[in-house]
């Protein structure tokens, strides 16, 4: 988590670098900090959003210089502890994505030596020990490569000093691209506040040390002069901006036909790894929502392939590993989650074949795994994940009709269109429903009890109000004790095997005075019968009707947030990327 950028070139650095962190805000947003180089360093640094402030932080002159916007590791959030961190004599000036795991020990060290800390972080540990390996040779380029190998932990690292015209980077395990642009120099955690200046990357390795002058850049691993490819990043400025949305979440919801129609497309049997068409079992490692998309697909692909699916969340697998073998599937919109990472470097010293699924070019895991198929949802800037979820299941279900040999080709390839249709629904009937509640309960069977966990999901992260999903038939085994007027029922219930039951099911519900929000297929008649509300989706295949109802789900949860006035793309504690374990 924390997003960082830096910036040197011809121009005021703090502007650039204050627009850049207000972009990567969806990694935290508890605190920001700017230093620029004129002179001695200049630095402000402030508790709350860059977002909310109109601080003084831009004003700072200088035409190099670095920033950080923080969600809180070590050390609540305030200003003493937002970055960037400083060494003893203002000198050096240090921004850190990531976590420094042996940070207790070297402060102990550092502090025995005379350094005096101001803040409770790890990273303040970062900016001594380059004060140290500095004041011996005056070079802030192998100041910090004496200082990297002695840090145990993740690291991306910004750092400059008062008398140097230069950034140096380093980057272990934690997110870092460099933006080249014509005389000037960029350096973030992803590309969205380098957009707009540039298209050209470059992704560093992991143990990289980087020197960026004005005029070049100069990459180092393990003290040696290395070269790494300069990538053309096919993402528009545009697609970094609300586009006339209220908010990012709602723009990335209506760009999900977009994303579905490029993903699907984008994953064909030349793409498709051998691994994968040879697979004879899968095992998925995922977290979060993208836990619930493996858990769509196993039930897809058990049913479909006859396909055994081991489903697995990250954070367990890595203490309780279980027997596995074949194939493993590492699910991560944003490539950068540490416990799905690990999993996937557990699951290759396991002798497994690792795919991982993501949305970010050159992300930690693409780089762990042995292949990557990547989707094509574009930047998602909202926190909560949306049109990164529909994605994931464009590549998942492009997987199941290829091992199906292509039955759902067709299916999938005009799928985007009953995506459109759902986007236009009235949901203000159901948001009033939602938004007097105390507790929300999601229900449904085979595909759709994932799908229920991902609109519960959902709902509880940004509009905070509690929710559940359960498999239909669960509930009866003890949550029914919750069930009142206030604790309304969102039932899907679609045509086929389980439609029946799941009637039976409502009404058992409304027995026991919940009401219930069904979302059926058009024309259906029985539940507008038994249903308070009855939530109507296109007749379309059964496959599509899971990213129909997921849609609905998810703009419920929009709408009922917006309804309770919550911060829909920053809801409270939480971060895009979770880079911690
Ligand atoms: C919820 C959400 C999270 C993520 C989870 C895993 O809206 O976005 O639950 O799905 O943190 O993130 P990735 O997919 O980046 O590994």
Redesign the pocket.
Same mark, same amino acid.
């Given at each position: 988590m924390c997003g960082i950028v830096g910036y040197i070139g011809r121009r005021e650095a703090a502007p650039i670098i204050v627009e850049g962190l207000k972009k990567l805000e969806y990694r935290g947003y508890d605190s920001f900090g700017v230093a620029t180089i004129n002179g001695c360093i200049e630095l402000d640094k402030h508790q709350g959003r860059i977002s909310d402030s109109s601080s003084s932080t831009v004003n700072l002159k200088g035409k190099i210089g670095i920033g950080h916007t923080r969600w809180a590791t070590h050390g609540v959030p305030n200003d003493v502890n937002a970055h960037p961190h400083m060494d003893c004599n203002n000198r050096i000036a240090v921004v850190h994505n990531g976590i420094i795991e042996n940070y207790a020990e070297l402060k102990r060290q550092l502090v025995s030596r005379g350094h005096v800390f101001r803040s409770e972080t790890d990273t303040e540990v970062v900016a001594h020990l380059i004060e140290d390996a500095y004041e011996k040779e005056e070079d802030l380029l192998s100041a910090v490569q004496k200082v990297v190998p002695r840090l145990t932990g993740s690291y991306a690292l910004l750092v400059i000093a008062s008398n140097e015209d230069r950034i140096i980077v380093a980057r272990y395990a934690s997110p870092l691209v460099l933006g080249v642009g014509d005389g000037e120099f960029f350096a973030a955690s992803d590309m969205t506040p380098i957009i707009d200046y540039t298209e050209r990357a470059i992704f560093l390795e992991d143990g990289d040390v980087a020197s960026l002058t004005q005029d070049e850049i100069e990459i180092f691993h393990e003290g040696k002069r290395v070269t790494r490819p300069l990538e053309l990043i096919d993402w528009s400025g545009e697609d970094t901006k609300k586009g006339g949305f209220p908010h990012y979440m709602l723009k990335e919801i209506y760009e999900q036909p977009q994303a579905f129609y490029n993903t699907v497309r984008s994953v064909t049997a030349e793409t498709l790894p051998v691994s994968v068409k040879n697979a004879e079992s899968v095992t998925i490692i995922?977290? +979060? $929502?993208?836990?619930n998309a493996g858990l769509i697909i196993k039930y897809i692909l058990e049913n479909t392939c006859a396909i055994p699916v081991r489903l697995e969340f990250a954070s367990e697998f890595k203490y309780f590993p279980p027997p596995i073998r074949g194939l493993v599937i590492g699910? $991560?919109?944003? +490539?950068? /989650?540490a416990d /799905?990472i690990t999993a996937i470097k557990q699951a290759k010293a396991h002798n497994c074949t690792s795919l991982a699924i993501t949305n970010v070019l050159a992300s930690s895991i693409s780089r762990t795994a042995d292949c990557t198929l990547f989707m094509r949802a574009g930047p998602e800037i909202s926190?909560?994940?949306t049109k $990164?979820f529909i994605a994931q299941l464009a590549v998942l279900m492009q997987i199941t009709s290829f091992l199906r040999n292509g039955e759902f080709d067709d299916i999938l390839r005009s799928g985007h269109r009953a995506i459109e249709e759902v986007l236009l629904i009235d949901l203000s009937d159901a948001v009033s429903l939602c938004i007097n509640a105390h507790s929300i309960f999601y229900v449904g069977r085979g595909p759709f009890y994932p799908v229920s966990l991902e609109g519960s999901?959902?709902m509880k992260?940004i509009s905070y109000i509690h929710a559940e999903g359960y498999a239909a038939g669960e509930l009866k085994h003890g949550p029914f004790a919750l069930l009142s007027p206030e604790t309304p029922v969102i039932a899907i219930c679609m045509p086929g095997e389980t439609y029946g039951v799941m009637i039976s099911n409502i009404k058992e519900m409304k027995a026991r005075g919940a009401p219930v929000i069904a979302i059926g297929e058009e024309g259906d008649l029985e539940l507008p019968e038994v249903a308070d509300i009855f939530i109507p989706l296109p007749v379309t295949h059964p496959l599509i009707q899971v990213l129909t109802s997921l849609i609905v789900l998810q703009l419920l949860a929009y709408y009922t947030a917006v309804s309770l006035n919550r911060d829909v793309d920053k809801p409270r504690n939480l971060a895009? $990327?979770?880079t911690v374990e």
């Amino acid at each position: 988590m924390c997003g960082i950028v830096g910036y040197i070139g011809r121009r005021e650095a703090a502007p650039i670098i204050v627009e850049g962190l207000k972009k990567l805000e969806y990694r935290g947003y508890d605190s920001f900090g700017v230093a620029t180089i004129n002179g001695c360093i200049e630095l402000d640094k402030h508790q709350g959003r860059i977002s909310d402030s109109s601080s003084s932080t831009v004003n700072l002159k200088g035409k190099i210089g670095i920033g950080h916007t923080r969600w809180a590791t070590h050390g609540v959030p305030n200003d003493v502890n937002a970055h960037p961190h400083m060494d003893c004599n203002n000198r050096i000036a240090v921004v850190h994505n990531g976590i420094i795991e042996n940070y207790a020990e070297l402060k102990r060290q550092l502090v025995s030596r005379g350094h005096v800390f101001r803040s409770e972080t790890d990273t303040e540990v970062v900016a001594h020990l380059i004060e140290d390996a500095y004041e011996k040779e005056e070079d802030l380029l192998s100041a910090v490569q004496k200082v990297v190998p002695r840090l145990t932990g993740s690291y991306a690292l910004l750092v400059i000093a008062s008398n140097e015209d230069r950034i140096i980077v380093a980057r272990y395990a934690s997110p870092l691209v460099l933006g080249v642009g014509d005389g000037e120099f960029f350096a973030a955690s992803d590309m969205t506040p380098i957009i707009d200046y540039t298209e050209r990357a470059i992704f560093l390795e992991d143990g990289d040390v980087a020197s960026l002058t004005q005029d070049e850049i100069e990459i180092f691993h393990e003290g040696k002069r290395v070269t790494r490819p300069l990538e053309l990043i096919d993402w528009s400025g545009e697609d970094t901006k609300k586009g006339g949305f209220p908010h990012y979440m709602l723009k990335e919801i209506y760009e999900q036909p977009q994303a579905f129609y490029n993903t699907v497309r984008s994953v064909t049997a030349e793409t498709l790894p051998v691994s994968v068409k040879n697979a004879e079992s899968v095992t998925i490692i995922a977290c +979060g $929502s993208s836990y619930n998309a493996g858990l769509i697909i196993k039930y897809i692909l058990e049913n479909t392939c006859a396909i055994p699916v081991r489903l697995e969340f990250a954070s367990e697998f890595k203490y309780f590993p279980p027997p596995i073998r074949g194939l493993v599937i590492g699910i $991560s919109q944003s +490539g950068e /989650t540490a416990d /799905t990472i690990t999993a996937i470097k557990q699951a290759k010293a396991h002798n497994c074949t690792s795919l991982a699924i993501t949305n970010v070019l050159a992300s930690s895991i693409s780089r762990t795994a042995d292949c990557t198929l990547f989707m094509r949802a574009g930047p998602e800037i909202s926190v909560a994940a949306t049109k $990164s979820f529909i994605a994931q299941l464009a590549v998942l279900m492009q997987i199941t009709s290829f091992l199906r040999n292509g039955e759902f080709d067709d299916i999938l390839r005009s799928g985007h269109r009953a995506i459109e249709e759902v986007l236009l629904i009235d949901l203000s009937d159901a948001v009033s429903l939602c938004i007097n509640a105390h507790s929300i309960f999601y229900v449904g069977r085979g595909p759709f009890y994932p799908v229920s966990l991902e609109g519960s999901l959902k709902m509880k992260e940004i509009s905070y109000i509690h929710a559940e999903g359960y498999a239909a038939g669960e509930l009866k085994h003890g949550p029914f004790a919750l069930l009142s007027p206030e604790t309304p029922v969102i039932a899907i219930c679609m045509p086929g095997e389980t439609y029946g039951v799941m009637i039976s099911n409502i009404k058992e519900m409304k027995a026991r005075g919940a009401p219930v929000i069904a979302i059926g297929e058009e024309g259906d008649l029985e539940l507008p019968e038994v249903a308070d509300i009855f939530i109507p989706l296109p007749v379309t295949h059964p496959l599509i009707q899971v990213l129909t109802s997921l849609i609905v789900l998810q703009l419920l949860a929009y709408y009922t947030a917006v309804s309770l006035n919550r911060d829909v793309d920053k809801p409270r504690n939480l971060a895009k $990327s979770v880079t911690v374990e």
